[in-house]
């Protein structure tokens, strides 16, 4: 059975890098069938999402987040990644990580998700 | 961005009971309408996807409908684990965007 989970600093400070890591189990992230993306919830806010990745490297990003963010893979390691510069209160959010369906874009499972501060 | 609209954004509800949830898009989406329950402290769970598509592993007690701009979820029956937060999203162009939430509440 497939698994994400992410992990991460869970307090990061204003105008610092955020970093993420999503880790799969139970299934290849060098699949064809699939895309890697990032989902986040700030709190008392509904769902956005950030980005995703395929297994080559080749990203897709929301455009109210492309000129902060970047999203990687690392096959070798079965895990892929989240960076968002520059953060601010606004970017404070339970981040979650989930795989897409590649034509469809569905995304499941998801991974439990965790909890992002932003402060000084 | 397409803008997805739910209603209502809360429901309440009694167990055996059949409940719709709506969503509307702000422009055509084909088919690419998705559907998710959130519960406190688990992950997110798709439930529907492709509009009509039940996922493996999902009761049929569940059921999706719709086309366009225009979609719904049923549950035929209310079980006292259907209690949870449901979002609709789209994945018809990125940026993907979801629906606000229905918070589906025992009465």
């Known amino acids: 059975q497939l698994q994400l989970q992410e992990s991460g600093p869970g307090l990061v400070k204003p105008s610092e890098t955020l970093s993420l890591t999503c880790t799969v189990s139970?299934?290849?992230?060098?699949?064809?069938?699939?895309?890697w993306g990032w989902i986040r919830q700030p709190p008392g806010k509904g769902l956005e999402w950030i980005g995703n990745?395929?297994?080559?490297?080749?990203?897709y990003y929301n455009p109210s987040l492309k000129s902060r963010v970047t999203i990687s893979v690392d096959t070798s390691k079965n895990h892929f990644s989240l960076s968002l510069s520059s953060v601010t209160a606004t970017d404070a959010a339970v981040y979650y990580c989930?795989?897409?369906?590649?034509?469809?874009?569905?995304?499941?499972?998801w991974g439990q998700g965790t909890l992002v501060t932003v402060s000084s | 961005d397409i803008q997805m609209t739910q209603s209502p954004s809360s429901l309440s509800a009694s167990v055996g009971d059949r409940v719709t949830i709506a969503c509307r898009a702000s422009q055509s989406i084909d088919s690419y309408l998705n559907w998710y329950q959130y519960r406190p402290g688990k992950a997110p769970k798709l439930l529907v996807y492709t509009a009509s598509t039940l996922q493996s592993g999902v009761p049929s007690r569940f059921s999706g409908s719709g086309s366009g701009t225009h979609f719904t979820l049923t549950v035929s029956s209310l079980q006292p684990e259907d209690f949870a937060t449901y979002y609709c999203q789209q994945s018809y162009t990125i940026p993907y965007t979801f629906g606000q939430g229905t918070k589906l509440e025992i009465e």
């Open positions: 139970g299934g290849s992230i060098s699949s064809a069938n699939y895309y």
């Open positions: 989930a795989r897409h369906g590649a034509t469809r874009q569905q995304l499941d499972p």
């Open positions: 990745v395929f297994y080559s490297g080749t990203a």
